[in-house]
């Protein structure tokens, strides 16, 4: 089995699924909002808070032309280079967010989009890396997180199959040993019946990776069900509340709703068990009323046992029932009261 860990904490099956609360843009330029993002994801369960490390000039251009605007979608009409300078995360607050990961016990890790936030994250002792599911093509940024030798977790939200095929050769042939890859659709927000959860499958027979989902779907249903197929990491958008607005807003969660995906994450991780055939603890109590053979009307010594006189029926303290065609016929070895649990002990 594919395992890797983020500070000392398995990840991969046999596991409970790990959490990752996205941060991205919804600490809308307040470093103390991104503090309350952070206790908040920790008091919802969360195992991370994911940030994302990138200036507006590291990840795109500032110009006007037309393919730089974008056309439809929740960012409509907006600069690239106008809507990253809001959205990023000022590099002088990572220390501080590291520090309060720190405080907190919960880890926290980047998407780096360029080397030179490799470089910024390598300073701070970065955990783990993440590849964002747009940055998947980009081969080169693969090279340099995989070559810090720590965790890498890839999305693959737009990539084809042969593309989500060459990013993880990039990053193994680059020295990642601990690859985790998440399905992910790049819709925002995306409508649960475009998910197409059983590519889990696909991803983990093709790919021998630790898999899960990068969702950005509302609510705990993607991700309840990812883990019951077999999602080792969940990671879903949080805010403090939606209505505070935001890039990001529209499709992040609230705290509860963290919660329950945390909840019902590992709720359903724990039912799914081993497989193995054995009886569960809870069932002890009920075994007691399940079906036996009885006697049902008093039978005298030597009379004989007939479908009149002995019938299944709860509880469970005479013979099993699969033993009435081996009784019928029989005759009884001592006078029966009607009532009394059979045993072979009474059958001549």
């Not at 309060?100 to 998407?111: H, I, P, Q, T």
């Not at 340099?144 to 977790?153: F, S």
């Not at 969940?234 to 607005?245: I, M, N, P, Q, W």
Request: proline share 6%; with cysteine.
């Amino acid at each position: 089995m594919n395992t890797l860990h983020i500070l000392g904490r398995p990840i991969g099956p046999g596991h409970a699924p790990y959490v990752v609360a996205e941060m991205s843009a919804n600490h809308l330029g307040d470093l103390d909002r991104a503090y309350a993002i952070m206790r908040a994801a920790q008091k919802a369960g969360a195992d991370a808070v994911k940030l994302q490390t990138y200036t507006a000039d590291t990840i795109t251009l500032d110009s006007k032309r037309p393919e730089f605007q974008i056309k439809g979608g929740p960012w409509d009409g907006e600069w690239l280079h106008a809507l990253y300078d809001r959205a990023h995360t000022p590099w002088n607050w990572h220390a501080d967010l590291f520090a309060m990961g720190r405080e907190l016990g919960v880890a926290v890790f980047s998407a780096p989009f360029d080397r030179t936030a490799i470089d910024l994250l390598e300073q701070l002792d970065a955990p783990a890396y993440k590849i964002a599911s747009f940055e998947l093509v980009d081969h080169d940024l693969i090279r340099g997180c995989a070559e810090t030798g720590k965790p890498l977790i890839m999305s693959t939200g737009m990539a084809s199959r042969d593309e989500i095929a060459e990013a993880v050769m990039v990053a193994r042939t680059a020295g990642a040993r601990e690859l985790a890859v998440l399905h992910c659709v790049s819709g925002y927000p995306t409508p649960p019946e475009q998910f197409n959860l059983r590519k889990l499958d696909t991803l983990a027979a093709e790919l021998d990776v630790v898999v899960g989902v990068s969702d950005h779907s509302p609510g705990a249903t993607i991700p309840t069900a990812a883990v019951a197929l077999g999602a080792a990491i969940v990671e879903k958008h949080v805010t403090l509340a939606r209505a505070d607005g935001g890039p990001d807003a529209a499709f992040s969660l609230e705290p509860d709703e963290l919660a329950e995906v945390v909840s019902n994450c590992r709720t359903v991780y724990e039912a799914l068990g081993t497989g193995e055939h054995r009886r569960a603890d809870a069932e002890r109590g009920s075994r007691a009323f399940r079906r036996s053979l009885y006697v049902v009307a008093d039978v005298a010594a030597g009379e004989p046992f007939t479908r009149e006189n002995v019938r299944s029926v709860r509880p469970a303290n005479g013979l099993a029932p699969k033993h009435l065609e081996d009784i019928l016929g029989k005759r009884a070895a001592v006078s029966i009261a009607g009532g009394t649990p059979l045993d072979w002990e009474v059958v001549k």
